[in-house]
């Protein structure tokens, strides 16, 4: 399993419009292929900042299935336009399970 992190910065007073939208594009995600879950964190000491994370079953399913679909630009239309600058994305694997 794959897990995106997208680090989102969106404009100051968006917030409740912004998770609106999130919650819009949950369905997007769910039909994706190789979604395995997905889910929204705010980071405590900077309100405007959010954290996307998303589990996927490959690289491959972010980054080509999901990344080159309509379903990824029906998101970016819905949310981004509250971002103040393109999200940062990174992916992490599991190396070590069981702490």
Not at 9 to 32: D, H, K, M, W, Y
Not at 38 to 67: A, C, S
């Amino acid at each position: 399993m794959i897990t995106e992190f997208a680090e989102i910065r969106i404009q100051p007073g968006t917030s409740e419009a912004f998770l609106n939208a999130v919650a819009e594009a949950a369905p997007l995600f769910r039909r994706a292929r190789g979604c395995q879950s997905m889910r929204i964190e705010q980071r405590i000491e900077e309100p405007d900042m959010y954290i996307l994370i998303v589990g996927w079953e490959t690289l491959e399913d972010h980054e080509v299935h999901f990344r080159q679909s309509a379903d990824f630009q029906s998101w970016r239309e819905l949310v981004g336009k509250y971002f103040t600058a393109p999200p940062t994305v990174t992916h992490t694997q599991p190396i070590q399970t069981g702490f």
